[in-house]
Each structure stands twice: as C-alpha cells, then as structure tokens.
C-alpha cells in the first residue's frame, strides 16, 4: 500500500469515525437552542456585569494577592453571590505568597542627570538599603543577555528594551515577557546589581507596567523593575550618545512568607445532573496599581453576570450545575487554580466543559474549543448563535485561558471565548487598569456571548 492510499484510507476511516461519533451524539433539542437565543438577546439590554465591575473596583479597588484586599475581595465575592441568589457559595484555602511594594525609585546619574518613572515587579527583591549606583549595560532582547558574557555585565544594572507588539489576540506577548520572566535570574547568575526592562505593553503613556518575576532556584535574588515606555526610550536616546549611562536605583519590597486565602466559588443546582458541571473562571485578585477592573474584574463580572442571568431569567435550573471559581492568586503565579486543579484531580470527570474570562473588557470574536469530535456540532451551534454578536468560529484549539486551563491539564474539556485585546496591553498592569476604560456595551456582548455558551453547555445532556 502506498503512503497516499495509506493517508487516504486513513482520512477516510477518520471521517466515517467521526460521522457514526456525531451520529450518536445527543441531539441539541430547538427548545435549547431558543432558549439560548432568548438569553443571548436579554444579555445585550442588561447591564448587570458592569453594576458588578462598579460594585468590585469601587467597594474593593486594587487586590493584591496575599493582601488584606485580596481578603477584602474575597468577602465581597461571597456576599455578592449570596445577594444575587446563587444556589450554594462556599471558599476553597489557597496558600498565597505575600509580597509588599514600600517604594521605587529611579534616576540617571550620568550623563545627564533626571528622574526615570520605573515600577518594582511583583515579588521583586529589594536593592540595599538607599539604593544601588551602576552603570547601566544594554541589551535589545533577553535572548542577547543570554549570549552575553559575565564580564559584560558583572556589577552593571541590566536594561532590556525589546518592545512588546500589538495584536489582537496578544500574541506579542509571550516573546516580550520573557525579559520579565526570566531577565532577573540570567542577568544575576552573570553578576549583574538589579536589572530593568522596558515595560511589558503597547502604550506610550507615561506609566510602567508591573507583572510578576520568576526567580530561579540557585540564581541570586537581585531588584527588578519595569521603565515606562517613554522612559524606556529616552534611556535609549541617552545611550545612544555613546557616553557610559550610570543609573541610581532604589526599590524597598518586603515578602511576608505565606497567608491563606481563598478561591470563591459560586453554584447555580442542575435540576437533573447536579453533580456535573460547567466553570466559568475568572481571577479575583490584581495588582495594586490601578483597580484591576479590566484584569481581571471584567471577567469576574462578565462569568458572575451570565450564571445570574441564567438563574434569573428561566422558569427551572438548566439540566446541570453552573459553577463560577473566582480564583485567588493569579497574578503572582496563577496559585489558586494550581491549588484548585489538585484538589480536585480526583473528580475531574465531574467538570464537564470549562472556560475563563482574562482578556480583559474586548468584545469577543471568535470561539475555540477543545472538546470530543462528537461536541464539535454543539461548538458549531453555540457560534452559530453568538453569530449576531459578530463572533465566528475560530479555527484552533483551545486552552482554557490561564487558570482554567490548569483544569485542562488534568482532563476537564475546555472552550475560548476570544476577545480582542487589541488595546488590552495599554493598559495591563498599570496604573491606568481603571473602571472608565470599560465600556459597559462591550460586557454586554460578552455577557450574551458567555449565556450562550454556559446554558448550551449545561442543558446539552452529552458530554464534551
């Protein structure tokens, strides 16, 4: 048999298996699909995911994980489920690292004297005490710091300047963050003092961006720090003179060991299957700049929103349980949903299909799944209905988002409600993550978009 006949007979096996699949799969009744059709359109006139993003940003405000807001957060979430109805709301414990900004600070020195506008990444270490002078040594990509020599950098400050480019699916992110990452440890393991890098973002505004660094076992633990993006260029500039760029820094940070927190979970009962069930996640926690109200309190709102208008809007529960997680620690390491996936290993054939919303306030535009060939009929019809609201069917896998996705890990089937963060990145982890920069039409959409899927997913009695 040749390769072509072999391929052939095997695409041909694989059609007529995935067919008889399909065939035997439980049908999507109409009353399903007008019913989620009916949500759909109820979602668009209601405005209940931004009253719950006001409650969150203006009653909490910033939620740092391990702080005494990330308490405040969680006490919220509870009441808030428990005001809204939700059939059971109960905590899971997460043990949290607790890390503390005190103060930041930055100039050049040398040549030309002048302050830089700079924020401590989170779980940084501290400078000594009154700071550190160093020259500076530049480097364009972390990728250029890895094939650096120690001498090029031993007792220097490191500066990375790759810049972050914008798409609308974030896809400049993962090739920039690795300064974030991992610059700390490559520049300290060649001696560097502290190191900063040109903000993780796509902005030009004058507010740099924090966001978690990773240090490495064996590496020492050296200050890290984010420039604004205007800063990041004019040290740039000031490098390019061609004289030596001496820079002072000065950041004071305190980790506290560990605290408990919680993931806050919220149920609506399944009528028939209660002990299956559908996740929508999303993390509680944010960083302390701004008011976390695009990440993630959009998405906190967006998956509290829909449960609700489910719950609210139907004469009886859909077939099984609806349960949102509101996970604790995401920022810093995605701990509750690391912490949450273990606990729950053994009962993951209970968690039939799961999603998150962290992306931010963007419309959604497309839905991804990773589901059985069987479900993909289903996946089509849950496009086919959010459709209206300009979403179409994203031809790709999905991922879960990054706390659902430690559930995709262990096995629990997962979909992608993309959203455009076309802008996201302006704002990501600054000061600016603010409730005005929401706006309240574009939750809509993601509320109908997240009803449809979520009832889908509950009343269809097969399995993804």
Do not use: C
Not at 102 to 127: C, D, H, Y
Not at 162 to 178: D, I, L
Not at 309 to 331: D, G, H, M, Q, Y
């Amino acid at each position: 048999m040749t390769a072509k006949i072999r391929l052939a007979t095997a695409l041909i096996v694989a059609a007529t298996s995935f067919s008889t699949a399909a065939q035997d799969a439980p049908e999507l009744s109409d009353q399903t699909v007008e019913t989620a059709r009916t949500l759909r359109d109820a979602a668009l006139n209601d405005g209940g995911a931004y009253t719950i993003l006001e409650s969150l940003t203006t009653e909490v405000g910033p939620r740092l994980a391990g702080s005494i807001k990330e308490q405040e957060a969680i006490d919220w979430a509870v009441a808030k489920f428990n005001a809204l109805g939700f059939d059971k709301v109960y905590t899971e414990p997460v043990t949290v690292p607790k890390w503390e900004r005190i103060s930041e600070e930055a100039r050049v020195v040398a040549p030309f004297s002048q302050p830089l506008l700079i924020t401590a990444l989170g779980k940084s270490a501290s400078t000594p005490a009154g700071g550190v002078t160093a020259e500076i040594m530049h480097f364009a990509t972390f990728e250029d710091l890895q094939a650096a020599s120690t001498s090029d950098v031993e007792g220097r400050i490191v500066f990375i300047s790759n810049r972050m480019e914008r798409h609308r699916t974030g896809a400049g992110y993962g090739p920039a963050v690795q300064a974030r990452g991992r610059g700390a440890s490559e520049a300290a393991r060649k001696g560097a003092v502290a190191i900063v890098i040109r903000s993780i973002g796509t902005d030009s505004h004058r507010l740099p961006h924090t966001g978690g660094v990773n240090y490495e076992d064996g590496a020492p633990r050296i200050a890290a720090a984010a420039l604004s993006n205007p800063d990041a260029d004019q040290l740039e500039r000031i490098l390019k003179r061609g004289a030596p760029v001496s820079m002072h820094l000065n950041i004071q940070t305190k980790d506290h060991g560990t605290v408990e927190m919680a993931n806050v979970i919220g149920e609506i009962t399944g009528r028939e299957a209660p002990e299956e069930y559908i996740v929508l996640g999303s993390h509680l926690d944010s960083w302390d700049l701004g008011t976390g109200a695009v990440d993630d309190g959009a998405g906190v709102a967006i998956t509290i929103a829909a449960a609700d208008l489910i719950k609210r809007s139907l004469p009886n529960r859909p077939r099984r349980t609806i349960r949102v997680v509101l996970f604790a620690a995401e920022e810093i390491g995605l701990v509750g949903a690391r912490q949450y996936a273990e606990a729950h290993r053994n009962d993951v054939s209970s968690l039939i299909v799961g999603a998150e919303s962290d992306f931010g306030a963007g419309p959604v535009w497309g839905l991804a799944a990773s589901v059985r060939p069987e479900a993909l009929l289903v996946v089509d019809k849950m496009a086919q209905l959010m459709g209206t609201l300009g979403v179409t069917r994203a031809d790709r896998g999905a991922s879960g988002g990054p706390d659902v996705g430690q559930l995709a890990r262990i096995g629990m089937p997962v979909m992608d409600l993309l959203q455009d963060g076309t802008d996201y990145f302006d704002l990501h982890h600054t000061a600016d993550d603010t409730l005005d920069k929401v706006d309240p039409e574009n939750l809509k959409q993601n509320m109908a978009a997240w009803a449809v899927f979520a009832y889908i997913a509950a009343e269809w009695p097969g399995r993804f």
